[in-house]
């Protein structure tokens, strides 16, 4: 597992205080009461974060000023691990990647490639071969989220409902 985790790039600016406006995928996971992000491997204290769906308003301590935030432009806003609050049953993207996926009779169905998130729910991609899966996830689909054994299990009935192949 990753010890850092990126929550978003710099894509501008809001006021002369240098406050950073980031575009982040992460939807649902809570920032609030975080103390340090790093940029370009510094760290730097938050002063004031706000989040407005996908994007995320930060003041910086060190970054007082419009001028010494542009250098930061374009650059990858990360926070440690051990600084994200997830609910039970919540899941890094980082994590879910690469873990292989079974149905409920312990078949393998194939590996996760990838995760986009299209607003109301994340779609995931599995591959086993040649053969691509794609599904949404819907409640009551994943019977078992395994990090440590790198596995999960999902419904079978739900994830016929629910899934494409290409």
Do not use: H, P
């Not at 989040?51 to 001028?67: A, G």
């Not at 542009?70 to 990858?76: A, C, R, V």
């Not at 949404?136 to 629910?162: A, H, Q, T, W």
Request: hydrophobic fraction near 40%.
């Amino acid at each position: 597992m990753q010890n850092f985790i990126e929550i978003g790039k710099i894509i501008s600016f809001r006021g002369l205080d240098g406050t950073l406006k980031i575009k982040t995928e992460s939807n649902d996971t809570n920032f609030i009461g975080l103390k340090k992000v790093y940029i370009k491997n510094q760290e730097f204290s938050v002063k004031k974060l706000s989040k407005v769906k996908n994007l995320i308003y930060l003041t910086l301590c060190e970054l007082d000023s419009l001028t010494k935030a542009e250098q930061f432009k374009n650059e990858y806003v990360f926070i440690k691990r051990e600084n994200i609050k997830l609910n039970t049953n919540e899941y890094l993207i980082c994590d879910m990647l690469g873990l292989k996926v079974y149905n409920s009779k312990n078949e393998f169905l194939g590996e996760i490639t990838d995760i986009d998130n299209f607003g109301s729910k994340d779609v995931y991609t599995l591959k086993n071969g040649k053969t691509e899966i794609t599904f949404c996830l819907i409640d009551g689909l994943f019977e078992s989220v395994n990090l440590m054994e790198n596995k999960i299990i999902v419904n079978s009935k739900i994830l016929s409902e629910v899934m494409v192949w290409k």
